[in-house]
Each structure stands twice: as C-alpha cells, then as structure tokens.
C-alpha cells in the first residue's frame, strides 16, 4: 500500500508550514506531513520553507533575523490559497503539542557545519522530550545536515532529499545510513524504485498532484507519496 504525506502541511489547499494547513490534512485522515524548519535568531526550530520571509509574509528579512517571539506573529497566508483567518508561522514545538502525525518528515535545509549541528541536536532533544524519538525522520539535501546528524544524533533516523541525478541518489543515501530517500518523481524509474527498495530504503516520491501521477507511481510500488493534496490524494489511492 502507498501511504500519503502531506506537503508543507496540505500545501494546495491551506496556506503551506502553518498549524491550519496540518490540521487540515489530518482532517482528511492523512497521518504524516513533510515539512521545513529554519532555526531564528535564538536558536528555535521555525516550520518555514524559505531562508527568507518575503514569499510567505507581509515581512523581509531573514528568518534567522527575527527571534522565535517575534515570528510566530508573522501572518504566513501570504502567496499561498486563501484563507480568512490569519496563519501565523509555528515553531514544531507547537506542531509537536497539536498535531497527531504517525511520522514526521522533517527537511532541514542547506546549513553550515555549525547550524546544521545546532539544529539536528535541537530536533532530537525536542522529538525525544515529546516521545516522537521512533516517529522522525530528519530530511535533507545537504551532506552537512546529513553527515552531522549520522555522527550526532545517530538514533535519529535519516533521509536524503534527491532532487537531481547528477550523483547516483543511492549511494549517497547509503553513505549517510539513511532510511528513506525522499525522490523528486522525475527520477522515479521503476528500475531506480527497485534498487533503492532492494537497498532497504523507504521511496517516498514528490510532489505528486495528479491523480494519474498518483495511480502511476503507486503502481510502480512507491512506498510514499507527498503531495499538496493530501485529500485527493487520498480519494485516489482509495479507488486503486
């Protein structure tokens, strides 16, 4: 069976890393989200996409500017569907307390050596205080975050981000002790799922929209979708 996550939340229908967006996909059943954190001025785990503020808020500047106080006041409906109420940006602290998600991706951006330590320790003293230790997956792109979580916080399980195929996706994922290989659906050929999965790695494909994309790549045997919707998607797979 492929399972679903939420993307950023329900990305398509509610304003994308907001509390409403991943209370929206919990309300269509759908028990595991993907999401992005940036850390703030004071050391914070924000649920953000961007580096900066300007594409999701009325505000500039860097995320890393503004204190953890400062940015859960920050309106992030900006860009995204509409909505009437205000969305501000969460910390995962807050997610963690509100949300019943079974699993967790959490992408954790390109970062420096000291960042990425700082956040990867900040994410694994939070999951184990909330007892999520066993429901987490740090995710991501860059070999800094990656490498200083397999040597940090090795309990805490891995998965690469693969967006791009210049560097064999596998090996990379393997070299890091990761679990899951979250593939950009482009680079999703049946041959690549099966030898990823013969490697003992969870595929889990984004971001899929389309109902047809979806019904292709569940046949195709992924192990996850992320998707925007999350309630489409969940229709769909339905009626496979």
């Known amino acids: ?30 028990r ?8 703030s001025m004071d050391g914070e785990l924000m649920v953000i996409h961007d ?35 205000p969305c501000p ?26 960042r990425a330590v700082t956040t990867v320790l900040a994410i ?5 205080r909330h007892g999520l230790l066993d429901k987490v997956t740090i995710t991501s792109s860059s070999r ?5 979580a397999l040597d940090l916080v090795p309990d805490v399980s891995r998965g690469l981000v693969a967006e791009y195929a210049w560097l064999d996706p596998l090996k990379v994922a393997q070299s890091y002790g990761c679990e899951i290989l979250a593939l950009n659906w482009t680079l999703c050929t049946p041959e690549r799922l099966q030898r990823a999965q013969r490697q003992g790695l969870h595929v889990s494909v984004w971001t899929v929209n389309e109902p047809a994309l979806m019904r292709r790549l569940a046949d195709f045997g ?19």
């Open 89 to 114: 940006i969460p910390t995962l602290e807050e997610l963690f307390e509100k949300c019943d998600f079974e699993h967790w991706q959490l992408e954790v951006k390109s970062a420096s050596r000291t």
């Open 32 to 39: 595991r989200c993907e999401l992005d954190l940036h850390l």
């Open 1 to 30: 069976m492929t399972l679903i996550y939420g993307h950023r939340g329900a990305k398509g229908e509610a304003p994308e890393n907001t509390l409403t967006g991943f209370q929206e996909c919990l309300k269509h059943g759908v």
């Open 144 to 148: 800094e975050v990656l490498k200083a």
């Open 222 to 240: 992924v192990d996850s979708l992320i998707t925007d919707f999350p309630g489409l998607a969940s229709a769909t797979l339905e009626n496979c």
């Open 124 to 128: 694994r003293e939070m999951a184990q």
């Open 51 to 85: 580096p900066t503020l300007k594409r999701t808020t009325d505000r500039r500047g860097k995320v890393v500017e503004h204190t953890a106080a400062e940015l859960v006041t920050y309106d992030a409906r900006k860009g995204g569907p509409g909505w009437i109420k």
